[in-house]
């Protein structure tokens, strides 16, 4: 014990004991990165019988559900500001790739459209570059898994790469979801902020999203948050929940 402490004080800056995270050396944090988390790979070091034994940690990710409207991208700006978190939102980058022109930019544009979901290979490659991307490796994912696809791409290609803690389900009646995405659509410039793709989003959350969640439901994994009351209502119970949760 007390031999790896001094060799652990001489390799890296932080206050180590066993079981405790650290790194290597600390490198610049850098510029515009806002979160106090370790941007290097983090090491955990434990003991296994008898030697000392070191993994990297895997990413934290959360998955953010709820219907169209209910507030997911709202709150997910409060908890990257309040905790730290990197947001990524399925949607987001599914509309980035659109503009891009590329091979399945029409693919994707008819899928919006007609508020389908789009085959999660598209999906899944965009989330992993997005995630390679960033230092800081706490991932809210908004919007995802949306359907039984999503969730069967998301396990084979990254399930064993990252750690997912829970889903945070907005729970929000159908009626206040609508006009708040009629309200968007008179300025935000979302070409399905309209009724009739309205209509086609909320069917295919109904019957394709409502599952994966009930899915996740049946194993402790949920975290329901009523999303029907202000924006800081629904935020006073997203950081009591984030709180309780160790973050
Ligand atoms: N609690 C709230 N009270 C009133 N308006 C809200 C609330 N939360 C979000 N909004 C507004 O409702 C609209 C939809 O919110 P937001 O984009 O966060 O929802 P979303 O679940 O991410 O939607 P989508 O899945 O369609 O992208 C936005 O215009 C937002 O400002
Ligand atoms: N996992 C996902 C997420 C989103 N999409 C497509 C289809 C949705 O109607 C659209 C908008 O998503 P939102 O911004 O409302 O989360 O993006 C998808 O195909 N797969």
């Not at 908890?79 to 693919?107: M, N, P, Q, Y």
Request: hydrophobic fraction near 40%.
């Amino acid at each position: 014990m007390m031999l790896f402490r001094l060799s652990c004080r001489r390799t890296c800056d932080c206050v180590c004991g066993l079981g405790r995270v650290f790194g290597p050396a600390r490198p610049a944090r850098p510029p515009g990165q806002r979160s106090l988390e370790p941007p290097w790979p983090a090491v955990v070091v434990g003991r296994a019988s008898s030697s000392v034994v070191a993994m990297a940690a895997k990413p934290t990710v959360i998955f953010v559900l709820g219907a169209p409207g209910s507030g997911k991208g709202t709150q997910s700006a409060n908890i990257v500001k309040e905790f730290g978190f990197v947001h990524l939102s399925a949607g987001d980058l599914l509309r980035a790739e659109r503009s891009t022109g590329s091979e399945v930019s029409a693919l994707i544009e008819q899928h919006i459209k007609d508020g389908e979901i789009v085959p999660v290979e598209i999906t899944v490659s965009l989330l992993e570059k997005a995630m390679n991307a960033s230092s800081v490796k706490k991932f809210l994912i908004d919007g995802f898994p949306r359907n039984e696809d999503n969730l069967v791409g998301w396990k084979k290609v990254m399930d064993d790469k990252t750690d997912v803690k829970f889903v945070l389900f907005f729970e929000c009646s159908k009626g206040v979801c609508v006009s708040r995405c009629l309200e968007r659509g008179k300025t935000g410039g979302r070409a399905d902020d309209n009724v009739a793709s309205l209509e086609k989003r909320f069917v295919t959350y109904v019957d394709h999203t409502k599952p994966i969640i009930d899915q996740y439901a049946a194993k402790g994994m949920v975290r329901t948050i009523n999303a029907d009351t202000s924006v800081d209502e629904v935020f006073e119970a997203v950081k009591k929940l984030f709180k309780n949760e160790g973050f």
